[in-house]
Nanobody
Framework: QVQLVESGGGLVQPGGSLRLSCAASRSIVSIYGMGWYRQAPGKQRELVAR???????NYADSVKGRFTISRDSAKNTVYLQMSSLKAEDTAVYYC?????????WGQGTQVTVSS
């Protein structure tokens, strides 16, 4: 089992930056993929960024060049560095972890971009 705890969300002005953290309850070395998803009110949950064990990453087109996902295996933590934030980035951001048996989700952290 893996428990995931997100943190770092909050209120930020357009153009600002935030860094989200996702702390796992056990080593992430053997976890194949970890990702960040988001869900805005009235919309479906969507992939924001994903990183696999080799370090390969992929991003939603809407965040390319603005967001960066990384993983620190020593800290069992995955990060999402968000820059040049826009109002449309407002959502609840969720972390997930893909294991052979199932996918685990965190409880989410709210990000609000507003002036």
């Amino acid at each position: 089992q893996v428990q995931l705890v997100e943190s770092g969300g909050g209120l930020v002005q357009p153009g600002g930056s935030l860094r989200l953290s996702c702390a796992a309850s056990r080593s992430i070395v053997s976890i194949y993929g970890m990702g960040w998803y988001r869900q805005a009110p009235g919309k479906q949950r969507e992939l924001v960024a994903r990183i696999i064990s080799s370090g390969r990453t992929n991003y939603a087109d809407s965040v390319k060049g603005r967001f960066t996902i990384s993983r620190d295996s020593a800290k069992n933590t995955v990060y999402l560095q968000m820059s040049s934030l826009k109002a449309e980035d407002t959502a609840v951001y969720y972390c997930n972890a893909e294991t052979p048996s199932r996918v685990y989700w965190g409880q989410g952290t709210q990000v609000t971009v507003s002036s």
